[in-house]
């Protein structure tokens, strides 16, 4: 069998893949780090989160939605006097359900950022190692072949 040597395209095709899976490699780290770091921060600081809430709040009214439907609403004059008379001067505090839908859409996020940097880890470990891989099947092949010729014989 006549081996020929890869060509000087190949060899600087092979450099430049190799290089941007370590690229790829380093940055589904870096990135799936930090994703460790902010879920960790979030579980250490849960207020951090109140921030998020009021932009979903502010965003969709959601909290005011739900206030306004929960609240009776009297039927008549006499029934708003009776209303009236029998709310404490305070506020009472009501469920805000912007609070727990930030906390879902806070851990959804999480997921899908840690799945694209754990898919970036893969790609870029199977792209940093497609040199080895590939010479290591070739060499196989070639085993494969050289047996194969020798039983024919």
Do not use: C, H
Not at 87 to 112: C, D, G, K
């Amino acid at each position: 069998m006549n081996y020929q040597p890869p060509s000087r395209t190949t060899e600087t095709l092979a450099v430049i893949a190799r290089f941007l899976g370590l690229v790829m490699l380093i940055v589904g780290l870096f990135i799936g780090i930090k994703v460790i770091f902010e879920a960790w921060n979030l579980y250490d600081e849960p207020q951090r989160i109140e921030r998020f809430a009021k932009a979903i709040d502010q965003g969709s009214n959601l909290d005011n939605l739900i206030t306004s439907f929960s609240q009776k609403r009297p039927s008549n004059e006499s029934d708003v006097e009776q209303v009236t008379a029998a709310q404490p001067s305070t506020q009472q505090p009501s469920l805000r359900v912007s609070y727990f839908l930030a906390w879902i859409v806070a851990i959804l996020l999480l997921m899908v950022i840690g799945g694209l940097a754990s898919s970036a880890i893969r790609t870029g470990g199977q792209l940093a190692l497609y040199d080895l891989q590939v010479k290591r099947f070739a060499n196989e092949l070639i085993k494969q072949v050289q047996n194969s010729s020798t039983k024919q014989d």
